[in-house]
């Protein structure tokens, strides 16, 4: 969290880094990512079994390396827009015995040779090093999809007793369980672009009625409830419905400006939506007399990014080129999450490989764009616990994208977009984005360290980019003994590393309980 006092512009910024404010957990899981079956991101980025970089499994090797530098927590597969058409047995079994389907969310056809099996083997690969497995987190099909066809996907993938799915899967080669925690109940199912679009009344009694047949066969799960923007009625109407059942809420936002002002403050538009997200899930509980010690559902912020779909269309591939300023929109999006790690259990930026993402694959290797640096950067150092700061500084309160913010926006946005982390060693972690296109900001920093790690993200201007042979935006490391101001260049991201010398003991409240759904489903 980060509170903000508007100056003259002139005048000299300040941000003080309050230590003792050690306010919520981060969840790693907001450094997670998302695979769907469109355009190159699954055939021609993981899996391209034709290309010499490719392993004997058919998975890019290089792509494998670049996202094991991310360390990324979680993945969410197959859709997206894909999920409505899909038919999970489609993609299971002898690869010669799968059918090409059309598909009808980015117009393409699926071949299914990349399947459940499949992606749950990649993750393994991905996960080799790690001390933790990258998680998967599953999206069923609620548009051309049935309960029975949910609950087999369920079985086949988690099931432990002598029953035909979880024998099928034995029979496909995978004895033990996958043991898949995640399972989101739909994908945007209020969107018009939809197959089997809903009214919010009508999802609402949908995923009321799989949830529970869903926490009857496998109550571990965590189901994720399909919401639209976090600020929206549709919002409001399925937590009220479904709040028993629902233990994260997903949100969609993707930010675009036409100038680079508009374009790096449009993430700040998250953020509300984040803070009214949280205040309907706490209408929900209040009204459905959820008890206290019931864990809070979270927000589940499972596709964002910057995005302009009429520069780079969903049916075309959705290939993004971004410029630096995309990269410190980016930063402004994760620093958002830092700041409200109270409210958000996960994040999926959209997408890990080729669309719309930081990631793309050529036939002869990888490039990292713009918006991979300060991905990187949050996903290495942001971790641990979000911090108290004070930033005063000059702002622009120009147009914004979408316009409402700028009415949300009371002082306007602060030139300076911060945030702050603490990790268990006491190591202080701060991220300063200068939105600013032509001003250098010397900065007054308050409780700073003495040897301080300087991670610097810039380029000659906002629309620098990085494409093969020709990266013009990178991560320039330094050190500064922490005296005197700072001077932060104009467009650019800083991130600044010090000790405090103390290790944080963390006090933990008692533990969570979860609704005891069998007998919700027995008293209903």
């Given amino acids: 969290m980060a509170t903000f006092t508007r100056i003259p512009e002139g005048e000299n910024p300040s941000i003080i880094v309050d230590v003792s404010r050690r306010l919520s957990k981060i969840d790693p899981n907001i450094y997670g990512g ?10 021609g980025g993981i899996y391209d079994p034709e290309n010499p970089l490719s392993d004997t499994h058919g998975y890019r090797t290089d792509v494998l390396s670049a996202l094991r530098d991310l360390d990324i927590p979680v993945i969410r597969y197959p859709g997206g827009n894909f999920i409505a058409t899909y038919h999970w047995q489609d993609g299971v079994g002898p690869r010669e015995n799968r059918p090409s ?33 990258v998680e998967p987190y599953f999206c069923l099909n609620m548009g051309t999809g049935s309960l029975d066809e949910a609950l087999a996907w369920v079985e086949y993938c988690n099931g432990t007793r002598n029953t035909y799915y979880a024998n ?7 004895e033990e369980p996958y043991n898949i925690k995640y399972w989101a109940l739909g994908n945007e199912v209020w969107g018009p672009w939809q197959v089997e ?73 998250a953020e509300r939506a984040i803070e009214t997200a949280a205040a309907l899930i706490d209408i929900a509980r209040i009204e459905k007399n959820i008890p206290p010690g019931v864990g809070k559902t979270k927000i589940c912020f499972d596709e964002w990014n910057m995005w302009d779909p009429t520069r780079a269309p ?41 669309v719309i993402s930081p ?11 713009a918006t991979w640096w300060p991905l990187l950067l949050f996903s290495r150092y942001m971790r641990g616990w979000t911090v108290g700061v004070h930033v005063s500084a000059g702002v622009y309160d120009g147009v914004t994208e979408p316009a409402w913010l700028q009415g949300v926006l009371e002082q306007g946005a602060s030139w300076l977009d911060v945030s702050a982390s603490v990790n268990e060693h006491g190591v202080i972690s701060l991220v300063v984005v200068n939105i600013n296109e032509t001003t250098d900001f010397e900065v007054d920093l308050a409780s700073v360290g003495k040897e301080v790690e300087v991670y610097t993200i810039t380029g000659k201007d906002v629309k620098a980019v990085n494409v093969e042979g020709d990266e013009q935006v990178g991560v320039k490391e330094s050190k500064w003994d922490g005296q005197g101001k700072y001077k932060f260049a104009k467009h650019s991201m800083t991130l600044l590393r010090w000790s405090t010398g103390k290790k944080i003991t963390e006090v933990v409240q008692g533990d969570e309980v979860r609704l005891n759904t069998r007998k919700l489903a027995w008293s209903a």
């Fill in 168 to 174: 099928l899967r034995r029979k496909n080669g995978h």
């Fill in 314 to 354: 969903g049916e075309k591939g959705a290939e993004e080129l971004y410029t630096l300023s995309d990269a410190l929109g980016v930063a402004v999006w994760l620093n958002v999450f830092v700041r409200q790690s109270r409210w958000v259990g996960m994040a999926n930026i959209a997408q890990s490989v080729n």
């Fill in 197 to 269: 679009q809903m009214t919010a009344e009508d999802y609402s009694k949908k995923a009321f009625q799989w949830a529970k047949a869903l926490k009857l066969l496998d109550p571990s799960l965590c189901l994720i409830l399909c919401g639209e923007t976090g600020h929206s009625s549709w919002d409001h109407k399925v937590l009220n419905s479904c709040i028993q059942y629902a233990d994260m809420h997903s949100i969609h936002i993707y930010t675009s400006g036409k100038s680079h002002l508009s374009n790096v403050t449009a993430p700040l538009s």
């Fill in 101 to 133: 389907r059309p598909e009808l969310a980015w117009l393409g056809t699926e071949t299914n040779q990349f399947g459940t099996d499949e992606f749950m083997h990649w993750l393994g690969v991905l996960s080799e090093g790690k001390e933790n497995r």
């Fill in 34 to 43: 998302f695979m769907e079956h469109m355009g190159r991101c699954i055939y």
């Fill in 359 to 369: 990631l793309m694959t050529t036939k002869d290797g990888v490039v990292k764009q």
